[in-house]
T-cell receptor, first 113, second 113 residues
Framework: GDSVTQMEGPVTLSEEAFLTINCTYT??????LFWYVQYPGEGLQLLLK?????DKGSNKGFEATYRKETTSFHLEKGSVQVSDSAVYFC????????????FGKGTRLHILP | DTAVSQTPKYLVTQMGNDKSIKCEQN?????MYWYKQDSKKFLKIMFS???????INETVPNRFSPKSPDKAHLNLHINSLELGDSAVYFC????????????FGSGTQLSVL
């Protein structure tokens, strides 16, 4: 079945470091891809999304490009801040099939000052 | 072994009916949640229980009532179902509150006819 695989972490970086969190997917078809973020003490928020191949989603300095050839949607940020410390979930939805979100297991990110 | 399991996976029912969705976690977590995936594919928290005690209750119609018989179970009961209740509902758990990573069930797709 459809699935999402992401590095589980925890990932620990210093402030202003470059961030990559890898995410790959398996799907029979062309899913829409999402990154959700869970800040400490809060519920999930949508961070960014891409709905077709080569689309780039971006928000708050984070970017991810939908790569059909490598079935990937890696999350990147050029210079992380302490406030980026959170858990990041990669997810996919097969639109017009059952529309149910399929999550990766989440990656905890710690940013040190 | 599924860590967070919710049943049923799919639920089709008539308007006006009362239905329940069950959730169980075998992770030994203290906190459990219900999220709703809305029409824009965003996730919104509905309820959270910590050790059988309600700690988050977002603006949700009174027709929705969570019940936690023990800390491993959080069921969602919905009275007088309406067309607008059609959505995917996700159960989740965390070790202790929203400072810990969420673990998600696979979702229940509710269709109200």
């Amino acid at each position: 079945g459809d699935s999402v695989t992401q590095m589980e972490g925890p990932v620990t970086l210093s402030e202003e470091a470059f961030l990559t969190i890898n995410c790959t997917y398996t799907a029979t078809g062309y899913p829409s891809l999402f990154w959700y973020v869970q800040y400490p003490g809060e519920g999930l928020q949508l961070l960014l999304k891409a709905t077709k191949a080569d689309d780039k989603g971006s928000n708050k300095g984070f970017e991810a490009t939908y790569r059909k050839e490598t079935t990937s949607f890696h999350l990147e940020k050029g210079s992380v801040q302490v406030s980026d410390s959170a858990v990041y979930f990669c997810a996919l939805i097969m639109m017009n099939r059952d529309d149910k979100i399929i999550f990766g297991k989440g990656t905890r990110l710690h940013i040190l000052p | 072994d599924t860590a967070v399991s919710q049943t049923p996976k799919y639920l089709v029912t008539q308007m006006g009916n009362d239905k329940s969705i069950k959730c169980e976690q075998n992770l030994g977590h203290d906190t459990m949640y219900w999220y709703k995936q809305d029409s824009k594919k965003f996730l919104k928290i509905m309820f959270s229980y910590n050790n059988k005690e309600l700690i988050i209750n977002e603006t949700v119609p009174n027709r929705f009532s969570p019940k936690s018989p023990d800390k491993a179970h959080l069921n969602l009961h919905i009275n007088s179902l309406e067309l607008g209740d059609s959505a995917v509902y996700f159960c989740a758990s965390s070790r202790r509150g929203l400072n810990e990573k969420l673990f998600f069930g696979s979702g229940t797709q509710l269709s109200v006819l």
